[in-house]
């Protein structure tokens, strides 16, 4: 996913930030062999996003100008290095106690992940229990929302996944998530995309 946000303008514009430190509209158009508005129209959706800041500076004797800076919020895009790690440990775990013994790392997070969310009760709205969900993975760093259809479906839409550069060799890490909905809405979640098959998502349609 992360990969085809660095091919659009906006993608390519934090990839110059994170090079450049920080840079204004007139020197990222110059760049990129754009008009300065059209830089600035994207600059305004990075800025909405929360992947960048702008400040006012002022260079040399010239009115004082903005110049945009990366967020920590937008280092998520970027590679990094404990995913390395990551899949390196979970290579030792497989080798040592096989397939069963990666998938219990993952159970055991997601089940960690519901206890912390509290029992659930018959009484509570499953759309609540959802709602306690998304809120723990907005905290995790996935951006993560719940829809309802016109017809009634709940639908949990996770537009990014923490495990995405594992999932190809450990699909285990996957299961995370499965243990979190099978414990809030046991039976009733159903998931329709995924971004370890090549989806632009993972989308989880749940019966209300």
């Not at 009484?123 to 829809?147: F, M, Y």
């Amino acid at each position: 996913m992360h990969d085809r946000f660095f091919d659009s303008t906006r993608g390519k514009i934090v990839g110059a930030l994170r090079q450049r430190r920080s840079a204004s509209a007139f020197d990222l158009a110059d760049q990129f062999g754009l008009s300065p508005n059209a830089i600035r129209q994207q600059l305004v959706i990075l800025e909405r996003d929360g992947l960048i800041a702008g400040r006012s500076v002022r260079r040399g004797k010239t009115k004082p100008t903005v110049e945009y800076s990366l967020t920590t919020e937008a280092e998520r895009y970027f590679p990094q290095r404990y995913d390395k790690m990551l899949n390196a440990v979970l290579r030792e775990i497989r080798t040592a106690g096989g397939d069963d013994a990666v998938k219990a790392v993952f159970d055991k997070i997601g089940k960690r992940t519901a206890d912390r969310l509290g029992p659930v009760t018959s009484e509570e709205p499953a759309e609540t229990r959802l709602a306690q969900v998304v809120s723990a993975l907005k905290a995790s760093g996935v951006e993560a929302e719940l829809r309802r259809t016109e017809h009634g479906t709940l639908m949990l839409h996770e537009h990014t996944c923490p495990y995405a550069s594992v999932v190809a060799e450990h699909p285990e890490a996957c299961s995370a998530i499965h243990t979190i909905l099978d414990r809030v809405a046991p039976g009733k979640a159903q998931q329709v995309e995924s971004l370890a098959t090549g989806g632009t998502e993972c989308r989880f349609e749940i019966e209300a």
